[in-house]
T-cell receptor, first 118, second 115 residues
């Protein structure tokens, strides 16, 4: 089945440690995104990538880093510089720039990773 | 810049009744799209419905319809014949036409369906 997988589902981190959240898609989508969701809040964009080897900062990129070495994969690293990393992290993908605002280019989401800093 | 406003933090609806979730948007883009997503307690976001700014008719997807009023900049979601499984958070979102596809989300509305 086509879709987006995120791992792990739950992640615990000690203060000062870097952690990497995995995101893989087999939908052949060009664009991928990382969002952060805090309790009672909407989604905020961390990073996005439109093609392999290219990515751009979103609204809250400080303390995070990403890579896009393969079309299928877009891992997110939460670094020790992120002051309040405890949150729910969602990865998404979409077809890409073609028909950028048309039906059929909606974002598909993974199941999310809940990160807790101890 | 885009902005999405959802003013209803929580809503209750009786099973089998219809419910309207409000969404207003603010964008300077001449072309844009509007989405609604459902987020059950499991956390994943589920796409429900899409409306393009130039679409002549309101979008419908099964029990979901989008009441699009362009002049008022509103894009309310109507769920007909509510079911217990409709209990979830609902997010309105917009996508711009320029540059890359930045999607802006509202803060959501929590819907609870009562038996």
């Amino acid at each position: 089945d086509g879709g987006i997988t995120q791992s792990p589902k739950y992640l615990f981190r000690k203060e000062g440690q870097n952690v990497t959240l995995s995101c893989e898609q087999n939908l052949n989508h060009d664009a991928m995104y990382w969002y952060r969701q805090d309790p009672g809040q909407g989604l905020r964009l961390i990073y996005y990538s439109q093609i392999v080897n290219d990515f751009q900062k979103g609204d809250i990129a400080e303390g995070y880093s990403v890579s896009r070495e393969k079309k299928e994969s877009f891992p997110l690293t939460v670094t020790s510089a992120q002051k309040n990393p405890t949150a729910f992290y969602l990865c998404a993908s979409s077809i890409g720039l073609a028909g950028s605002y048309s039906r059929g280019n909606e974002q598909f989401f993974g199941p999310g990773t809940r990160l807790t800093v101890l | 810049a885009q902005k999405i406003t959802q003013t209803q933090p929580g809503m209750f609806v009786q099973e089998k009744e219809a419910v309207t979730l409000d969404c207003t948007y603010d964008t300077s883009d001449p072309s844009y799209g509007l989405f609604w997503y459902k987020q059950p307690s499991s956390g994943e976001m589920i796409f429900l419905i899409y409306q393009g700014s130039y679409d002549q008719q309101n979008a419908t997807e099964g029990r979901y319809s989008l009441n699009f009023q362009k002049a008022r900049k509103s894009a309310n979601l109507v769920i007909s014949a509510s079911q217990l499984g409709d209990s979830a958070m609902y997010f309105c979102a917009s996508i711009s036409s320029g540059g890359y596809q930045k999607v802006t989300f509202g803060i959501g509305t929590k819907l609870q369906v009562i038996p």
